[in-house]
């Protein structure tokens, strides 16, 4: 099982500001098998980026997902009021299913 | 609008069972692989089980394997998660989730909204 680490576990940060989440993988993971999702308080997760920088429908610019192997980033430009959410990372190979643990932008 | 709607969760004490249910619309169900995934509040996502288009190939993480059975009826665009055994650790909110394809690349997408499963005595 391909174990996803997520860092920093917590990232205090100012509309506005820029944001830049981790994701290191326990063994390489193929790019297109790589996403991220945003989940807001109370909501369910919504696909962020796939294929580990690709936007999803309806994503804002903002928003852009990088790296390869082992070591993917996700990368808020300046974030909005809106954007402060737990974002998860997925690696979905050979029909195995694992996320990160999870990074939590909130508002410093 | 593609859209997924759980239902069934609710309180039930350790050793029940449960069934719970996603009703899908707005796509072609038959097309596309479901999964379970699973989050106790506050905690992160784990996924559970998923199914095939045909309902015959299906997969369980090992901690519900054995005891969760997951299965589909194509004729009423639902996918199901039958729980039994249940224990404390079981509860969380079940998302139901549709497996697709963007420019080959795996996706879940959309996620139902959640049911919440509490099992306590």
């Known amino acids: 099982e391909i174990v996803l680490t997520q860092s920093p576990g917590t990232l205090s940060l100012s509309p506005g500001e820029r944001a830049t989440l981790s994701c290191r993988a326990s063994?390489?993971?193929?790019?297109?098998?790589l996403a991220w999702y945003q989940q807001k308080l109370g909501q369910a997760p919504r696909l962020l980026i796939y294929?580990?920088?690709n936007r999803a429908t309806g994503i804002p610019d903002r928003f852009s997902g990088s790296g390869s192997g082992t070591d993917f980033t996700l990368t808020i430009s300046r974030l909005e009021p809106e954007d402060f959410a737990v974002y998860y990372c997925?690696?979905?190979?050979?029909?195995?299913?694992?996320f990160g643990g999870g990074t939590k932008v909130e508002i410093k | 609008e593609v859209q997924l709607v759980e239902s069934g969760g609710g309180l039930v004490q350790p050793g029940g069972s449960l069934r719970l249910s996603c009703a899908a619309s707005g796509f072609t169900f038959t097309a596309d692989w479901m999964h379970w995934v699973r989050q106790v509040p506050g905690k992160g996502l784990v996924w559970v089980s998923r199914v095939d288009q045909g309902g015959t190939d299906t997969a369980y993480a090992d901690f519900v394997k054995g005891r969760f059975t997951i299965s589909r009826d194509n004729s009423k665009n639902t996918v199901y998660l039958q729980m039994d055994s249940l224990r404390a650790e079981d509860s969380a909110i079940y998302f139901c989730v549709r497996d697709v394809r963007y420019s080959d690349c795996p996706t879940f997408d959309p996620w139902g909204q959640g049911t919440l499963v509490t099992v306590s005595s």
């Open positions: 063994q390489s993971v193929i790019s297109r098998d």
């Open positions: 294929g580990a920088s």
């Open positions: 997925q690696q979905y190979g050979r029909s195995l299913v694992t």
